[in-house]
């Protein structure tokens, strides 16, 4: 297993909703803002948290 930092999911499309989540990486301005002080397990951790968003966005629902 290595020990690489992550690489930052910013796709330069930086646009807060209402949550404060940014539309184009799904992290929270919190977590955008701590992305650069942060080691690489928090990054990971922001990561996940974000993918977590991103599935919840798309999701598609019948009912």
């Given at each position: ?25 799904y ?37």
């Amino acid at each position: 297993m290595t020990d690489a930092e992550p690489q930052s999911p910013c796709i330069s499309v930086c646009l807060l909703d209402e949550q404060d989540i940014c539309v184009g990486c799904y992290r929270s301005a919190d977590e955008i803002t701590d992305w650069f002080m942060t080691d690489a397990q928090g990054k990971c951790e922001i990561l996940q948290r974000a993918r977590e968003r991103l599935k919840a966005s798309t999701d598609i629902r019948l009912s």
